[in-house]
């Protein structure tokens, strides 16, 4: 979203815009402060609805790195029951003091914590600007990235149903399987008859099976992270490997680097910078 001017130019403030490419590639909330951005977390994807569970986390724990005074920039908030729930629950997690919205829009009349102040906002950036300065800021962040293997045995993996649950090995399939409660994550490229789902099913003592393929997780948007879930490594996922239980990933981490956790998004960009098609939440 395009604020005015002096919002924009205040020396400390928090994007929770994750389509935002002003000071760095998109997909992730930043704190700025003293002209440059003291920290930030991944969102994954270009809407809060790619995580919105991450995107109330990195509000509440990016403002901690932010005095008192900071002014918060929402993402573009839509006239939706979701989008409305969270940009209100953002705002009493803040403790906002004041509430800014456009001039003239329903907004205004919302239970904000406190009244809502209209101002006049800026003409917007047409949609074909911000997809360019966006493929601009990811190959800025290839650029400067180098290809890293991740075993995803020794580290967490976050934001994706990979991960979520325990690895499981079954006699009848050599491919990558999974349980999580009820639920079994097949990930392997060739196709599934019924009589070999039914099996794995009975086996793991599944009620259902989801099946990926590893391409699915080719240029998925994410980070290195510390234990605590800091990030300070971003990048894409370049290759999965489920038979080594690695993945290849071109971050800007400095290599080797410690990662703990690897988050994975739902946005999924191409080498030439492209964004493709995001995927849902929680299916691969």
Not at 73 to 80: A, D, Q
Not at 186 to 206: E, K, M, T
Not at 233 to 244: D, Y
Request: glycine residues 8%; negative net charge.
């Amino acid at each position: 979203m395009d604020w005015p001017q002096e919002t924009k130019d205040r020396p400390a403030r928090l994007c929770l815009d994750p389509s935002d490419a002003d000071h760095g590639p998109p997909a992730r909330c930043f704190a700025w402060l003293e002209g440059g951005v003291r920290d930030w977390r991944l969102i994954g994807g270009l809407d809060p609805r790619s995580d919105p569970v991450a995107l109330l986390e990195a509000a509440v724990e990016l403002a901690g790195a932010l005095p008192p005074d900071a002014i918060v920039l929402s993402f573009p908030v839509r006239e939706t029951p979701f989008h409305r729930h969270l940009a209100l629950s953002v705002a009493r997690a803040l403790r906002a003091s004041r509430v800014i919205v456009p001039e003239g829009s329903p907004m205004a009349r919302w239970p904000w914590p406190v009244g809502a102040e209209e101002v006049e906002m800026p003409d917007q950036y047409p949609v074909v600007v911000r997809e360019a300065q966006r493929r601009a800021r990811w190959l800025e962040l290839f650029e400067r990235s180098t290809l890293q293997e991740v075993d995803l045995g020794q580290v967490r993996v976050v934001g994706a149903r990979l991960g979520s649950g325990e690895r499981f090995r079954s006699p009848d399939f050599a491919g990558y399987l999974e349980k999580c409660g009820e639920t079994l994550l097949v990930v392997d490229d060739a196709d599934l008859d019924d009589g070999l789902v039914g099996r794995l099913c009975a086996q793991a003592g599944a009620g259902k099976l989801v099946h990926t393929k590893a391409s699915e997780y080719e240029g998925l948007v994410c980070s290195f992270a510390r234990e605590s879930g800091e990030d300070f490594g971003m990048g894409v996922v370049r290759s999965f490997e489920p038979a080594r239980n690695r993945m290849v990933v071109l971050c800007d981490a400095i290599a080797p680097a410690p990662v703990r956790a690897l988050k994975l998004g739902t946005l999924r960009v191409w080498s030439d910078g492209r964004e493709v098609s995001e995927l849902v939440p929680w299916s691969v």
